[in-house]
């Protein structure tokens, strides 16, 4: 959901909606925009949204339009990668781990200085905090063995640990140098907090066992969740007081405690003032969590859930009824106070999380952080408030690529509102691109664009539905189950309905268990030698029956593989439904392995996986590719042929792709759910049948369908491309022939990377000779084949000097 509650939901917060109404036609002329927006019409929106932008209620409208298109609040980036972003007490400097594990370091940012770019200091350990007044960082040795404490400007004193190793660090209290989270051995669960003092460290009196980082309260007081008891709060005295609970929290100023508690089957919100008796804030039979108070300790926030799905509460530290938050279908949790009376939370499951901003009032919700592209989501993982509360850094992989292990840092300033202008510059790179994604679509497929129109009006949700029900009827089809088996038998006898002789590939994917992939092939007509594989995988979690997860993709796989049964491609089809893909991923490896034992050349593959769940209205999912030829391949399809609107991430890990990826290469894509695994159903015993779309799934069947038929009937990505500048800079470039029958010539270009293209020429040979190729270009070339239908994807390489 790209739109909706950026606009409408939001309006109350924001406070634009009132102005509005006072101006009909700019209201009702944003409202044209946006429900176009909401309606994948993107260049119709964009369009409006100029328009706006340049007439007489720029103003009025920015706020509404920059929440639409992306962010309210500036965001800069602050560093490539980066995790575990943490604040000094000052909020001038910004610490963040990097490394791998064996080689974690700390890096220090002084963004002391607004005016002036961030000034990194990579630290020779990991685990640094800074002390209260900012004249001592203290960090861990790599090896966990001893504290580094050094004082900033000057010099630096090791303290030796013998016999424990170094998990943390943290400035407790006002004065005095930090305290030591720490563990006799690497795989303990527990730790103790440590006291740091001439030159050794010693087991705080009164700490015991902890499970997290010491926290201080106001007046010398230290709070941390004890691993036997419960929340201690350690007085400065040194006596601690234990309390049956955990997830505390402790308000800015330091003087109120929340956490939560548990008797029986009941959850209850604590209050305390720091030292003092807790009370009961509210009770519930149903599960809470994740407690935060407000900066001046007058409210608590946590997450509660009323049904399937965690929603965020709001309850009074001096009394009176809860006050619900929200009302999303998907998870809303975590939440923590900022500025101006207002809650930043986060939306969603663990691979796509994006964050919010509430008013603790009104629960209405602003989004915080985007990417400001249409198409592209932007994942975020951790959220860090800065002390003051008008700042926030995050986690994010911003450009969409989940695939590579960096994960950027970024700053998002709640004080800094984009611009007009700014905005403005948005949409209108917007529109390029959305018209450029489109225009290339449409070329691309217009040899086919008939025959594909009248084999996507032939899938049937009707016939979907049926599918779903069977399937759904088998219960856990897990292959620890005997749904397992039971649809394998379905799958099969479905199949033959169809036309096709599948084949069972039986192996055990855990000793004494046995289970099979299902594959139906429909031979190619001139390159059967040539192979792609669409697959989904039809196991589901022990727990439940896996609607969503996989039953839908699998019956939009069924669908497909119908409608294609009579209609042969150019090159085989095969269509693999996966066993054992929630135990590993063993069907789509087991699948690799007999394919690449019988020589199979596999050049495409498509792999869709959870793709029935809707949060709204709109009929919307994400394409998850390793291939961005595949991606704008499937993006087209979907605008050209279907009423699904579509999204994309550079995503495969933890998929059956990621098999293919390992197997064939990176010439993969498919469709999974937007926002990515934000169903609150997902590997639930709920995840049943009514929690799907089921038109939803017929158009994902009819978006695989249309990139099949255009993959198997086009030319695929040529191999082996060289090039090499030679006298008079001119560049040499020879490729391999085409594996396809009928290729009558090829298209060749160089790229220079910033979107520039040039030196286009078609040859009938495999080589080309071009001029002009500026430094640092890369070499592209696909093939061409019958009824000029081009390669959808463009081999690359850069020329060798």
Known sequence: MQGRYVWMALAAAAGWWGRLESQVPARVAFDSAAYAWEAGRYPEALARLERLLTGPQRDTLLEPIALLTGELYHTRALAPDGSDPRWSRDGRRLLYEIGSESDRRSVLLDLGDAGAPPRPDTLPGHAAAVSPDGAEIAYLRPDGGAVVLRAVGGSERTIETPGILGLALVYATDEGPPHLV????????????????????????????VTGLPVPGAGGHLVFTSGESGVAVRAPDGTTRVFGGTSPAISADGGSLAFLARSGGEWAIMHARMGAEPTVLTRSAKPLA???????????????????????????????????????????IFPQFVSGGRVLAVMGEGRHRRSYLYDASTGARTRLFHNNTVRTIAPEYEWAVRPDGDAV???????????????????????????????????????????????????????????????????????????ERALFAFGSKHVT????????????????????????????????????????????????????????????????????????????????????????????????????????????????????????????????????????????????????GLRDLQHAAALLFTDLITYDAHYYKFTDAHSLVDGFGDVVSGIGSYPVLGNPHYHQPHDVLETVNHRLVAEVSRTTLASVVLMASSPSRLA??????????????????????????????????????????????????????????????????????????????????
């Open 182 to 209: 720490a563990a006799s051995n690497p795989s303990s669960q527990m730790a103790e907090i440590y006291e740091i003092g001439s030159g050794t460290a010693r087991p705080l009196a009164g700490g015991g066992r």
């Open 290 to 332: 994740a407690p935060a108070i407000s900066p001046d300790g007058a409210l608590v926030v946590y997450q509660s859930m009323p049904r399937e799905d965690w929603e965020l509460f709001a309850v009074g530290t001096g009394g009176g009824e809860p006050r619900r938050l929200t009302h999303e279908i998907q998870h809303d």
């Open 393 to 467: 850094a995050i986690v994010s992989e911003r450009d969409g690529d989940t695939v590579s292990p960096e994960r950027g840092l970024y700053l998002t300033d709640l004080t800094s509102r984009v611009s007009a202008d700014e905005v403005l510059a948005r949409v209108r790179a917007a529109a390029r691109a959305e018209h450029d994604l489109r225009e290339r679509g449409t070329k691309l497929f217009a040899p086919v664009a008939a025959r594909v129109r009248g084999l996507v009006r032939e899938v049937s949700s009707a016939r979907i539905y049926d599918y």
């Open 481 to 628: 189950r005997p749904g397992n088996a039971r649809a394998i038998a379905y799958l099969e006898a479905t199949l033959r309905s169809f036309g096709y002789e599948p084949e069972l590939q039986w192996f055990e994917p855990s000793p004494g268990v046995r289970s099979a992939n299902v594959v139906a092939t429909l031979r190619g007509t001139s390159d059967p030698d040539v192979h792609y594989v669409v697959g989904s995988h039809f196991d589901s979690v022990q727990e439940g029956p896996g609607s969503d997860d996989n039953t839908s993709g699998t019956a939009a796989l069924l669908e497909a593989a119908r409608v294609l049964a009579r209609h042969p491609q150019a090159a085989t089809i095969r269509f693999v439904w996966f066993t054992s893909e929630e135990s590993g991923l063993r069907g789509s490896k087991e699948y690799v392995r007999i394919a690449q034992q019988a020589g199979h050349r596999v050049v495409g593959a498509l792999n869709n996986d959870m793709v029935g769940w809707a949060n709204d209205d709109r009929l919307d999912n994400t394409i998850r590719y390793a291939n961005a």
């Open 720 to 801: 082996e491309v060289t090039a090499s500048r030679g006298e008079g800079g001119a560049v040499e470039v020879s490729w391999k022939p085409a594996v396809e029958r009928g290729v009558t010539s090829y298209r060749v270009r160089w790229e220079d990377g910033r979107g520039g293209a040039g030196g286009m020429r078609v040859v009938r040979g495999t080589s080309a000779r071009l001029a002009g190729v500026p430094p640092g270009a890369t070499i592209a070339v696909r093939a061409i084949g019958p009824r000029g239908l081009e390669g959808w994807d463009w081999a690359r390489t850069p020329p060798a000097n």
